[in-house]
């Protein structure tokens, strides 16, 4: 199973923080993942998200979501995200 989550990490607190745990527990059990992003990653961001295993895209609101490889037969998870909400609708 493919799963790509869109979301802003972080590391203080809330939904930003969360989404680690997440990909975290996804790789654990197996699971592809992919990461949207609409802001810049940093780079330390970046790094452990590759380490995980995963792919990041950086997707802004102009930028068709064709851009993102399997996303039309992947899981798609936003969280806390306005851009996704926007692709979704």
Not at 43 to 62: N, P
Request: net charge negative.
């Amino acid at each position: 199973m493919h799963v790509i989550i869109w979301a802003e990490f972080g590391n203080v607190g809330g939904g930003q923080t969360q989404v680690w745990d997440m990909v975290r527990l996804w790789r654990r059990h197996g699971l592809s993942v992919s990461v949207i992003h609409s802001l810049e990653l940093p780079e330390d961001y970046r790094s452990l998200l590759h380490d995980l295993g995963c792919d990041t895209y950086l997707l802004g609101v102009k930028d068709s979501v064709d851009l993102v490889p399997g996303i039309h037969r992947a899981v798609v998870i936003g969280v806390c995200h306005t851009v996704f909400l926007e692709k979704s609708l």
